[in-house]
């Protein structure tokens, strides 16, 4: 059996000295984490309006195109998660998915289209759940109105980069 030497440093710190080492460490730590940001939780208006601009949804020849499209895919085009979806389902009638027999529901293209209506209605213009139920209920011809509105916005983009092209 090994016996192991142990050794003592007389030269260290005094107590007080090392309480105040940790104190002013404690503090730099306290100071950094309130500079992160958390990434969870409800995100601000302004990033919200940002990202609403950042939706990615296919022209009309290219979205139908396909039959049908899975709800990840949906869930990709307007980055939102898939259960936002499945909420904004369940709330808003004119949303009617089909579902297999697994009970995976696959989005037609005039319910990505409706869901661009109604992503439109809750995180550009900021109407309620309910406010955007009325808005639906009492305006029959609104994707009219949507589709019109842009059109015109495509229009004034183009017109925009034609300038800035001169």
Do not use: C
């Not at 940790?22 to 601000?44: D, L, N, P, W």
């Not at 020849?61 to 898939?82: C, H, R, S, T, W």
């Not at 759940?129 to 983009?157: C, P, T, V």
């Amino acid at each position: 059996m090994a016996l192991s030497q142990i050794t003592f440093d007389f030269n260290e710190d005094s107590p007080e000295k090392k309480a105040a080492a940790k104190k002013k460490a404690t503090e730099a730590s306290v100071i950094e984490v309130q500079k992160t940001k958390s990434t969870r939780g409800r995100k601000s208006l302004k990033q919200q309006s940002v990202e609403a601009d950042l939706v990615e949804i296919p022209e009309d020849e290219v979205l139908f195109q396909k039959m049908y499209y899975a709800i990840g895919d949906v869930a990709v085009m307007f980055k939102v998660n898939p259960s936002l979806i499945r909420y904004w389902e369940n709330e808003f009638d004119i949303l009617k998915p089909k579902k297999n027999a697994k009970g995976d529901r696959f989005f037609r293209p005039e319910d990505v289209k409706n869901l661009k209506l109604i992503h439109h209605l809750l995180r550009e213009r900021k109407y309620t759940i309910e406010g955007a139920k009325d808005f639906l209920r009492n305006n029959k011809n609104a994707s009219q109105k949507f589709e019109m509105i842009e059109s015109l916005q495509r229009l004034k983009s183009f017109l925009l980069e034609l300038k800035s092209s001169l």
